[in-house]
């Protein structure tokens, strides 16, 4: 057995026998028939089972999903930054995170339409805990993060997952989606935890930590949805967050959250990629002497390039000016806009609970706030 076994991806070898176990899923139906309205079952199933790799799985069935998703819920994706990234190169792309799904998804497709290496990506096993799911996000190239185990096993799993990144890029040449954070944002403020970055440290082998942040090729992406299509579903843990309470989770909420971030309005989407991080990296060595200094400041570099990279929508000036009572950012969307970004307000939150209501222009309002601290917004 390999040592990543409990977190890997399938092998192409197991890539055939898996997709036979779950062809007749009710839910593999339910994509397919979503993705190829105009296919009977008996085609897409013939096709299923002529796929030997998760290559062929992506481009011929994923990368068309998501082309429906954006279709059926959106006005588009635009992209930005692509241009810098060179092909047949393995990157560590470090993002902010909206949508469980969507977010690494649409990055692939992006990659795919410009002929650069996908990645494998990171996610929480608490979002495939239906069979189903394991074996489909397995088959898109996921790594499974571990949660909620013991201090000791999450330590070892911390670096079970940090060598199973390194050795993607570094021996695979496969480049790796991580979030800049554990969890998707909730409040609209993208922050890298140091966390994260110490976790990847581990998988090192150089002396030097530095020289292993500059080998595995660094690369901040910022991902902006004009309508975050679970802002209403974030704002429970919110309200338990300003009164202090623990938040506990509903059964199946992470389950409904997956598919209401899929089939939810976002209409526009920006995918942004910055530049790799190298001077900055040699900056940090040069300035810090010491490792946990130097984990500190590179959080710091990739916040700035996350939120200088994130597109600003009218739904972000409108909440910022309605948070604050404001016209400052009026020329930046039209009253339709607003019209329409206040009736989602007062569709979605009640305005007797003033925190909700606080809470959800925030979520919008927050990354104009952030971009402020680094740039003019003009």
């Known amino acids: 057995m390999s040592k990543f076994d409990a977190i890997r991806p399938y092998y192409d070898a197991e890539v055939n026998e898996a997709l036979k176990s779950v062809v007749n899923h009710p839910m593999m139906k339910a994509l397919m028939n979503f993705t190829f309205p105009a296919l009977k079952d008996e085609e897409w199933q013939a096709q299923l089972l002529r796929t030997h ?14 082309q429906q998703v954006l279709k059926r819920s959106s006005d588009g994706i635009t992209t930005s930054g692509f241009e810098t990234l060179e092909q047949n190169t393995a990157y560590l792309f470090i993002s902010n ?5 969507l977010d690494t998804s649409l990055l692939n497709c992006a990659l795919f339409d410009h002929g650069l ?15 189903f799911l394991q074996v489909l996000s397995r088959m898109n190239r996921n790594f499974l993060v571990q949660r909620s185990l013991p201090p000791r096993e999450m330590l070892e799993s911390s670096k079970l997952m940090s060598e199973f990144i390194a050795r993607s890029l570094r021996r695979e040449n496969r480049s790796v989606w991580i979030a800049q954070r554990e969890g998707r944002t909730k409040d609209g403020n993208d922050q ?19 020289d292993f942040f500059r080998k595995i090729k660094i690369v901040p992406v910022s991902i ?4 975050d299509p679970t802002d ?3 704002m429970p843990r919110l309200l338990a967050e300003a009164n202090d309470e623990i938040y506990i989770k509903e059964k199946n909420e992470d389950f409904q959250t997956l598919i209401s971030g899929v089939i939810g309005q976002k209409k526009h989407i920006h995918l942004h990629i910055g530049k790799q991080l190298t001077t900055e990296i040699d900056e940090i060595e040069a300035n810090y002497d010491n490792d946990n200094k130097r984990i500190q400041a590179l959080a710091q570099v990739l916040d700035e390039a996350i939120i200088s990279g994130y ?3 009218p739904t972000n000036f409108i909440a910022y000016d309605l948070l604050h009572n404001t016209d400052t950012f009026s020329n930046r969307y039209s009253e339709d806009e607003k019209q329409l970004f206040e009736r989602r307000l007062e569709m979605r939150i009640d305005e007797d609970n003033p925190v909700a209501f606080q809470g959800f222009l925030a979520m ?3 990354p104009v706030i952030n971009k402020m601290k680094y740039a003019a917004v003009v």
């Open 364 to 366: 919008y309002a927050n």
């Open 232 to 234: 209403v579903l974030k």
């Open 192 to 210: 890298t935890q140091q966390g994260v970055l110490k976790m990847l440290a581990k998988g090192s082998t150089e002396d030097n930590l530095m």
């Open 97 to 101: 995170h909206r949508d469980i799904i």
């Open 117 to 131: 290496v996908m990645t494998t990506s990171a996610i929480g096993d608490n979002l495939v805990q239906k069979s």
């Open 53 to 66: 790799s998760i290559r062929d799985f992506q481009c011929n069935f994923i990368y068309q999903a998501i």
């Open 224 to 227: 902006s949805y004009e309508y």
């Open 311 to 313: 597109k600003l929508w």
